[in-house]
């Protein structure tokens, strides 16, 4: 009977065809997070490799020779796009010219939101959403970052925030992408992949439901995060952020917009200060300490001490989730 897995579960026979015998196509991801709805619709076929390791922040990178040698071996390159990871780009166009260059941000029904300005955020103030881009859709698989202003490379902190991945629904968009990519590249296996896109997707559907139980009685907690990546988790769940200590592009924050955040602490009654696995704890507990606002609690965009695989997309979010409970429940 055909094994058919499921996001971290091994499940007998789902519909599933038997697997053929061509060769599946090399796959390289730049992040965990989309390593992991990668992994879900490659599924027993095979695993793609992933370009940013765990704990590493994909704003400025420099890959390892390892890394490197996926990107030259990849039939397919999956990255969020040159707005998370502009070096990348240019990565791609030298070691994998030949290779299926798929932005994720790029593709047809990814809803995509402006980068928010200024260190502390209205209530519910949320950046500019844009849903179903205009181009074409062959268009987004095609090599989309060719043709892009390589000169732009150091942030502006204008244009499209590219954390995108935090909202589940772009996910679900995603999931189909990455099976009709695959499916192009090997036409063999594309009904397989198909088919553990659309079990992807009921699964990250329960997932949200789930998410929204968890959250429940928190659109009102107020806090901080340590850089400005969660606004798309933010907006699908109603949370409620005051402000972000650093830029999304986790740029250092000047000594103006500590102070600004400090103030907001204390005038607004913000209850958490989180902050992220990838950078020093001490500038929270310096800067937030003395206002006797929670710390304590850390939360990561990027799954960096999740294990990379097909459940860490999921779990990555119950972890936000927990986060955000966790610090309603300590008001």
Request: net charge negative; charged share 20%.
């Given at each position: 009977?055909?094994?058919?897995?499921?996001?971290?579960?091994?499940?007998l026979?789902?519909?599933?065809?038997?697997?053929?015998t061509?060769?599946?196509?090399?796959?390289?991801?730049?992040?965990?997070?989309?390593?992991?709805?990668?992994?879900?619709?490659?599924?027993?076929?095979?695993?793609?490799?992933?370009?940013?390791?765990?704990?590493?922040?994909p704003?400025?990178?420099?890959?390892?020779?390892?890394?490197?040698?996926?990107?030259?071996?990849?039939?397919?390159?999956?990255?969020?796009?040159?707005?998370?990871?502009?070096?990348?780009?240019?990565?791609?166009?030298?070691?994998?010219?030949?290779?299926?260059?798929?932005?994720?941000?790029?593709?047809?029904?990814t809803?995509?939101?402006?980068?928010?300005?200024?260190?502390?955020?209205?209530?519910?103030?949320?950046?500019?959403?844009?849903e179903?881009?205009d181009?074409?859709?062959?268009?987004?698989?095609?090599?989309?970052?060719?043709?892009?202003?390589?000169?732009?490379?150091?942030?502006?902190?204008?244009?499209?925030?590219?954390?995108?991945w935090?909202?589940p629904?772009?996910?679900?968009?995603?999931?189909?992408?990455?099976?009709?990519?695959?499916?192009?590249?090997?036409?063999?296996?594309a009904?397989?992949?198909?088919?553990?896109?659309?079990?992807?997707?009921?699964?990250?559907?329960?997932?949200?439901?789930?998410?929204?139980?968890?959250?429940?009685?928190?659109?009102?907690?107020?806090?901080?995060?340590?850089?400005?990546?969660?606004?798309?988790?933010?907006?699908?769940?109603?949370?409620?952020?005051?402000?972000?200590?650093?830029?999304?592009?986790?740029?250092?924050?000047?000594?103006?917009?500590?102070?600004?955040?400090?103030?907001?602490?204390?005038?607004?009654?913000?209850?958490?200060?989180?902050?992220?696995?990838?950078?020093?704890?001490?500038?929270?507990?310096?800067?937030?300490?003395?206002?006797?606002?929670?710390?304590?609690?850390?939360?990561?965009?990027?799954?960096?001490?999740?294990?990379?695989?097909?459940?860490?997309?999921?779990?990555?979010?119950?972890?936000?989730?927990e986060?955000?409970?966790?610090?309603?429940?300590?008001?």
């Amino acid at each position: 009977m055909l094994r058919v897995r499921y996001w971290g579960v091994a499940l007998l026979g789902a519909g599933v065809p038997a697997m053929a015998t061509a060769d599946v196509p090399d796959v390289a991801v730049d992040i965990p997070p989309l390593h992991s709805l990668v992994d879900r619709v490659m599924g027993d076929l095979g695993s793609p490799e992933l370009v940013i390791q765990p704990g590493a922040s994909p704003h400025g990178y420099s890959m390892r020779p390892s890394e490197a040698s996926a990107l030259e071996r990849a039939d397919v390159v999956f990255w969020v796009g040159e707005a998370l990871a502009p070096w990348l780009g240019e990565s791609i166009d030298s070691l994998a010219a030949d290779a299926d260059s798929v932005p994720l941000l790029d593709v047809e029904g990814t809803r995509t939101l402006d980068f928010r300005r200024g260190a502390t955020f209205e209530a519910h103030d949320h950046g500019h959403a844009h849903e179903g881009h205009d181009h074409e859709h062959d268009h987004a698989h095609a090599h989309a970052h060719e043709g892009h202003d390589h000169a732009a490379h150091g942030h502006s902190h204008d244009g499209t925030d590219p954390h995108a991945w935090l909202d589940p629904a772009n996910a679900r968009v995603w999931l189909d992408a990455i099976a009709e990519s695959l499916a192009k590249a090997d036409p063999e296996h594309a009904e397989t992949y198909q088919e553990n896109a659309r079990l992807g997707k009921a699964e990250l559907d329960e997932l949200i439901a789930d998410l929204q139980a968890r959250l429940e009685g928190t659109h009102d907690t107020r806090f901080i995060v340590f850089h400005d990546a969660y606004q798309y988790f933010e907006q699908r769940f109603d949370l409620s952020a005051a402000g972000a200590i650093s830029l999304g592009d986790a740029s250092d924050p000047s000594p103006a917009r500590i102070d600004e955040l400090r103030n907001t602490v204390t005038e607004l009654g913000v209850d958490c200060v989180f902050s992220e696995p990838q950078f020093t704890p001490q500038l929270v507990d310096n800067v937030f300490g003395p206002t006797g606002v929670n710390t304590s609690i850390v939360i990561d965009p990027l799954g960096a001490d999740l294990t990379p695989g097909e459940s860490l997309y999921p779990r990555l979010l119950q972890q936000l989730a927990e986060g955000v409970a966790d610090c309603a429940s300590a008001t």
